[in-house]
Every structure is written in C-alpha cells, then in structure tokens.
T-cell receptor
Framework: AQKVTQAQTEISVVEKEDVTLDCVYETRDTTYYLFWYKQPPSGELVFLIRRNSFDEQNEISGRYSWNFQKSTSSFNFTITASQVVDSAVYFCALSEADRDDKIIFGKGTRLHILP | DGGITQSPKYLFRKEGQNVTLSCEQNLNHDAMYWYRQDPGQGLRLIYYSQIVNDFQKGDIAEGYSVSREKKESFPLTVTSAQKNPTAFYLC????????????FGDGTRLSIL
C-alpha cells in the first residue's frame, strides 16, 4: 500500500535559520513520483517540485533544496536562510504510475518562521 | 490567466440541506479532483474524474456527489447524508498521468449553522 509520512507536525525556527522538512514514503511500485506542495495561509496549495523514482539527483532552486534517497525511502525538503514568507503548511505527496492519476498526501508539516 | 476558480469562498449549511460547491478550470486539464481538509488530517480524496462524463469515488465519498458534464467544471454536492461536513474543500485539476502535478483552487470553507 502507498503511504506518505511527515512525522513533524509543526516546526518553529527563527528567521535566517535553515530548516529541513522530513518525508518518508512507502510504495511497492518501481515507477512512482514524489511531490512537494506549499499551502500558505490563503489556502491554495502551490506545487513546488516533482521527482520521479529513477532520478535521485538532488535539486536546488534558490533557497530550496530537495534530497531524494531511495535507500531510505525519503524525500526531504530543506529551506536555507528561512524567511517569514516561508511560513506555511508543506505537504509531501506520492503518485504511482498506474493509480488512476491519484496522489496520496502526507498530513503536512506546519512551519513557523519567527522574525 | 489560467487557473482554477472555486466558489463560494465561505458557505454555511443548515441541517438537512444540500449545498453545492463550484469548481471551474480553464487549464484544459482532463482530470479533476475534490479533497477535504480537516485540521491535522492532510488532504483526503472525495471524488475524482479523469474524463468528461466519468468519475470515481475516492476514500471518503459517502455523503457527497459530483457530476462532470463539461471538461472545465466539476461541482461537488454535500448532501444531508454527510453528518460532519464542516471542513475546507479543495478542488484540483491536472493533465492525465501519475507524473502530472495537480493545480489547486483557493478552497471553500463550509460550516454548519
């Protein structure tokens, strides 16, 4: 069965600190896709990144970076030099190749960046 | 601008009443989805549709109904059979394929009067 676990329910850090959000997934498929979404206080989920199971290269986009490790079934998200605007709920999600286009979401991590 | 529009932003339901949440997209996406979000619960799939005139139940379909008569529209009806409807409802759309990210609307917050 597919499952996404975000063990950190809530995190608070002071602005400019680095913070890592953990994501662990379970799947029996060899082809799957991992996603991160951001949900700011306005409510809309914003797509951040997609990774497929055959691409374990880490990715960096500005202050954001993602570490995908198949050996530990993890897809962690790091924000460097955090800013108050990063305060949001962050969701990790998993989609398997033949699952009717459905995405399974973790329960989310609420991130507070304190000024 | 392309996107997903959900309306209304806030909705109140009386006991025994059916209410309909609107979701419209102009992204030309084939697939559309409805999720329910409760505090600390993440997103749970209610219904999804991969093509016009077809839809499937998600994990928590009881007490809800949908239709997909047009590609751009996927309304959700919360029926009186849904005993705990207070939640934040999110609509999403995507191209077909498990690798396609979903694009979300701003959500509708439903409360019981």
């Amino acid at each position: 069965a597919q499952k996404v676990t975000q063990a950190q329910t809530e995190i608070s850090v002071v602005e400019k600190e680095d913070v890592t959000l953990d994501c662990v997934y379970e799947t029996r498929d060899t082809t799957y896709y991992l996603f991160w979404y951001k949900q700011p206080p306005s409510g809309e989920l914003v797509f951040l990144i997609r990774r497929n199971s055959f691409d374990e290269q880490n990715e960096i986009s500005g202050r954001y970076s993602w570490n995908f490790q198949k050996s530990t079934s993890s897809f962690n998200f790091t924000i460097t030099a955090s800013q108050v605007v990063d305060s949001a709920v962050y969701f990790c999600a998993l989609s398997e190749a033949d699952r009717d286009d459905k995405i399974i979401f973790g329960k989310g991590t609420r991130l507070h960046i304190l000024p | 601008d392309g996107g997903i529009t959900q309306s209304p932003k806030y909705l109140f339901r009386k006991e025994g009443q059916n209410v309909t949440l609107s979701c419209e997209q102009n992204l030309n996406h084939d697939a559309m989805y409805w999720y329910r979000q409760d505090p600390g619960q993440g997103l749970r799939l209610i219904y999804y549709s991969q093509i016009v005139n077809d839809f499937q139940k998600g994990d928590i379909a009881e007490g809800y109904s949908v239709s997909r008569e047009k590609k751009e529209s996927f309304p959700l009806t919360v029926t009186s059979a849904q005993k705990n409807p207070t939640a934040f409802y999110l609509c999403a759309s995507s191209d077909r394929g498990g690798d396609q990210p979903q694009h979300f609307g701003d959500g509708t917050r439903l409360s019981i009067l």
